[in-house]
């Protein structure tokens, strides 16, 4: 019964967190710069084709009759046509959605993988040259923005080196997923490594870590079945936090190598004002960061006792 209050109490701040986008989403229209009847009619159009699309649009309504009109629309799926494309906004994200889907999870597996690992190295030999070099590599993994990763990685491996091909995707070979994928782990891959290696430290001080090395228990065992195991439930929230955020819409690491996906989709409308294709984007991006959330403190909550349901 408390699980499914609970349950109840977290959709219900999801759906109010959702009509808070809708409603930022659709004065977007009134805060871009900008007529977007003129830009369909075009800028050589007359003052009755402006005001007959405006019409046609509903531009000459009242902004709460607008309001009411396009959160209709919304909860109906239908977040309008692309001016630039023309074809429904829904189509055009569901159809990138995979690309972005794609290099978010990949770059995910990779970030925890070597996150978790990393962490556990830094933690077994606390204060040693080992422990100083992976966290220093850390911090500046953290403190590098993802476009100057980017970057940086394309000027490298892509120009000088000429080890990975510079832009395009992953249906031309394998290759062309290495530098966009490293280049979205990077920042996730630092954040779980420290706390991997601070969680880590935490738990290796506790008595039952002492007692299994005095009962005799391999090094290895005591390590992965009993101080990562229980070392791993921070480091899992990190993980979800992060991969929402991943999943959500990496926008310039997909504009910078050229990735087809939800991003590099967004960056395009926002260049030509394709205002319908701005908001479904922003829409999507948003639905998706707060669903994954709430999957993920609804699991959280049914796999570990400790959490209060309130």
């Known amino acids: ?20 986008v809708v409603t ?9 710069p900008g007529d977007p009847a003129r830009l369909l009619a075009g800028q050589r159009a007359d003052a009755a084709t402006i005001a007959a699309i405006r019409q046609q649009l509903g531009l000459d309504q009242p902004l709460p009759v607008q309001y009411f009109r396009f959160l209709g629309r919304v909860l109906q799926g ?10 429904p906004v829904l189509e055009i994200l569901l159809e990138r959605f995979p690309a972005t889907a794609l290099l978010a999870v990949s770059s995910m597996v990779v970030a925890t993988l070597l ?3 990393l962490g556990v190295l830094a933690a077994l030999r606390p204060n040693s040259w080992l422990d100083t070099l992976l966290m220093l590599g850390a911090l500046v993994g953290i403190s590098v923005p993802s476009f100057v990763a980017g970057l940086l990685l394309l000027l490298l491996f892509g120009v000088k080196l000429q080890w990975f091909p510079l832009a395009g995707y992953v249906d031309q070979g394998w290759e062309y997923m290495v530098l966009p994928v490293v280049t979205l782990a990077v920042r996730p891959l630092s954040i779980i490594a420290r706390m991997t290696r601070s969680s880590m430290l935490e738990v290796l001080q506790q008595d039952y870590i002492r007692t299994a090395y005095a009962k005799g228990v391999p090094s290895w065992r005591v390590i992965v079945r009993h101080a990562l195991r229980n070392a791993l439930n921070p480091v899992v929230t990190t993980v979800s936090a992060w991969f929402a955020g991943l999943l959500a819409g990496a926008f310039f690491v997909e504009y910078i190598f050229n990735w087809p996906g939800v991003g590099t989709v967004a960056i395009g409308a926002i260049e030509k004002l394709d205002y ?9 991006t948003a639905v998706v960061f707060v669903v994954v959330n709430v999957v993920v403190d609804i699991l959280y909550a049914i796999l570990d006792p400790r959490v209060q349901l309130r």
Do not use: H, W
């Not at 319908?276 to 999507?284: A, F, H």
């Open 1 to 20: 019964m408390r699980l499914a209050r609970y349950i109840g109490r977290k959709c219900a701040e999801a759906a109010g967190i959702i009509v808070g």
């Open 24 to 32: 930022v989403t659709f004065f977007l229209n009134f805060v871009l």
């Open 78 to 87: 239908d977040l309008g046509r692309s001016y630039v494309i023309n074809q």
């Open 115 to 117: 996150g978790i690992v």
């Open 276 to 284: 319908p294709l701005i908001q479904g984007t922003v829409l999507m």
